[in-house]
């Protein structure tokens, strides 16, 4: 079985003789023919400064499309290959590619995008399923796609705090703990300057005032053992 092919180039491949490329001489609706054994070149100027050009292995003469006065090879291409364009233009709006060097990487990238594309023609081929904007569609899937991962990391015991704030304002769950009550801590989530220390000194510590919450030093605060802690709580939160 015999395979043809019909495409679009780009200006800045080097076999493209210059003649082929756009020229603000060239009047709009000329067409520019390059013949060869293997296949045919085509420069077409659909509107002033702009040429596009497509390569056939199929048609071998210079025929014009009486119906739009445009190149049969153009009016084939439209024909055939139009759903390819305007599934690129989709793509553009919303897209998860990201630039890459890894070849691999860059088909999954782009797997993605078409998969989200079939997904909202899918949704939207049921006739009880309400009208929604594109990018809502995108947001809901991937929050679908991702809750029961992130219900997973939930369970980790040691998942740092600022994680798990983040996950549960997406999943919407609520803490735990009873109304008007909030854990007491001395730790802060991350080292900052003790604000009592001298400029000079800069002392980093990870420790803050449980009253007043401001970041401070062993040096510049005083630890209390458990058995007097509940008295120094209640002298605290009693002012």
Not at 20 to 36: I, P
Not at 49 to 71: C, E, F, G, Q, W
Not at 73 to 96: C, E
Not at 122 to 142: C, E, G, M, Q, W
């Amino acid at each position: 079985m015999e395979l043809t092919y019909v495409g679009t180039l780009r200006s800045n491949k080097k076999e493209i003789p210059p003649e082929f490329k756009a020229d603000k001489k060239r009047q709009v609706g000329s067409s520019l023919y390059g013949f060869s054994e293997e296949a045919t070149l085509l420069s077409y100027v659909p509107k002033p400064n702009k040429a596009v050009i497509l390569t056939s292995s199929m048609h071998r003469s210079k025929y014009t499309d009486t119906s739009n006065n445009k190149p049969e090879i153009i009016s084939f291409y439209n024909s055939t290959k139009s759903g390819v364009d305007n599934l690129d233009k989709i793509i553009a709006n919303y897209s998860p590619n990201r630039r890459s060097r890894r070849w691999p990487l860059t088909i999954f990238y782009n797997m993605i995008a078409v998969s989200l594309v079939n997904a909202g023609i899918i949704y939207a081929s049921y006739d009880d399923t309400p009208v929604i904007k594109r990018f809502d569609f995108i947001h809901n899937l991937a929050n679908v796609l991702i809750k029961k991962q992130l219900e997973r990391r939930l369970t980790i015991p040691n998942l740092p705090d600022c994680l798990t704030k983040i996950v549960k304002e997406i999943l919407g769950v609520e803490d735990q703990a009873p109304a008007g009550t909030r854990e007491i801590t001395d730790r802060l989530p991350k080292k900052k300057t003790c604000r009592y220390c001298s400029y000079e000194k800069r002392r980093q510590t990870a420790y803050k005032c449980i009253k007043c919450e401001n970041p401070v030093c062993l040096e510049c605060s005083k630890k209390v053992r458990n058995e007097c802690a509940p008295s120094v709580l209640c002298l605290l939160f009693t002012d």
